[in-house]
């Protein structure tokens, strides 16, 4: 039985927020960003809308921008063992460089997040061409992962200056917008970086889950998720918590060397046909036990879904006070075990699906088992 979790309604905040309007973009660095942008044009059905590269000038890097909803990807590589992209790819693997926030004003958004802390990754940078101006700045985070902000209301082109538009469709699957994007951290480090989203942004703490609501007998983890007032940016941060054997977390920071962001929620209006569609494209979700939708019923009570249609794709289902959400995990989207991606649809319900972590634990746990890491 997992025991009820504390959940905080808005704290007294300790300074002020930086106004943040939602996510802009999530920036990969890959190995090989050609193959890896086929996989989510192809296996996912995000239209490629931009490119820059060495046709349009650019000599050192190679970045594909990939669109769905109000969802913006952009894989990038290096052209040489010389770009930082390169190192980030030797050290961590493909994964998520930069989360970038879009803000009405970048230049003070970056100017209040260094004066209280944040290092600077670089300072603000206005870029202009025929279709306007475009202004950012960026700060680190946890690990080599950055966070730019984004001021794009000046800015009419297809992404930013030095890109060129691509029209190639997809055909989406019904992905729509971010709807959280999850850090892991280092065994004890997760109240640092709380205390960072805290005191630089101005978040406050949504939710938290400790070892007792997230664990099985070999693994367990913590979790607080930051959130923005408007609920447009949700960060939970997992740290790994002592279990008999290595938890999932560990895991996760072994292969990637450091911290960094473990998933990507994305939420649809319908989970059955995006996820029957996905699964059409080849891309591969976590198995769950048949025991989980045997319980279900009993756990969740009456929902508008078939049960029988969840348990043939493997949706899961939590439900809350205010409601219910129904979520599914990808397996990891590179040969590490590190990024992966979470489809989800909300009906009235707030959480991340806390009473589906065991039963995703217990799965990814059969997986770490495959790998020789349990
Ligand atoms: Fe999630």
């Known amino acids: 039985m997992v025991k009820e979790s504390v959940e905080l309604k808005q704290q007294p905040q300790v300074v002020e927020e930086i106004a943040i309007e939602g996510f802009d973009h999530v920036e990969l660095f890959v190995g090989n960003a050609l193959q890896a942008c086929y996989y989510y044009h192809r296996g996912f059905g995000f239209d490629i809308v931009a490119y820059k590269g060495l046709e349009t000038g650019s000599r050192d890097s190679v970045s594909y921008v990939l669109r769905q909803g109000k969802v913006q990807l952009v894989l990038t590589s290096g052209l040489n063992s010389k770009t930082n992209i390169a190192e980030h790819v030797h050290v961590h693997g493909d994964g998520v460089k930069n989360v970038g926030f879009r803000v009405k004003d970048a230049r003070k958004a970056y100017a209040t997040a260094v004066s209280r802390g944040a290092a600077s990754i670089y300072e603000p940078r206005e870029e202009r061409d025929d279709n306007g101006t475009y202004v950012s700045a960026c700060v680190g985070t946890y690990g080599d992962t950055t966070h730019t902000f984004v001021e794009r209301h000046a800015y009419n082109g297809i992404f930013a200056p030095g890109y060129r538009p691509l029209e190639k469709k997809a055909g989406n699957s019904g992905l729509l917008i971010i709807d959280h994007i999850v ?192």
Do not use: C
């Open 183 to 374: 850090g892991n951290v280092e065994v004890d480090r997760m109240e640092h970086w709380v205390e960072f989203y805290q005191k630089v942004f101005g978040f406050y703490v949504y939710q938290y889950f400790d070892a007792s609501d997230i664990s099985t007998k070999y693994s367990s983890l913590i979790s607080k998720v930051m959130a923005n007032k408007s609920g447009s940016i949700k960060l939970p941060i997992n740290e790994p918590a002592i279990g008999a054997r290595k938890s999932q977390i560990q895991e996760y920071l072994d292969y990637y060397t450091a911290g960094g962001v473990q998933h990507i929620a994305i939420a649809t209006a319908d989970i059955i046909s995006t996820v029957a569609e996905l699964k059409n494209r080849g891309i591969e979700f976590l198995s769950v036990p048949r025991s989980y939708y045997d319980a279900l019923p009993d756990r969740v009570g009456k929902i508008d879904e078939d049960m029988d249609e969840l348990h043939k794709l493997g949706i899961l289902v939590d439900r809350e006070s205010e409601g219910y959400l129904l979520q599914i995990f990808t397996k990891p989207v590179e040969d590490r075990p590190t990024l992966f991606l979470e489809v989800i649809q909300r009906k009235g319900a707030k959480g991340f699906g806390k009473g589906n972590f065991q039963a995703l634990f217990q799965s990814i746990e059969r997986e770490q088992e495959l790998r020789g890491n349990l």
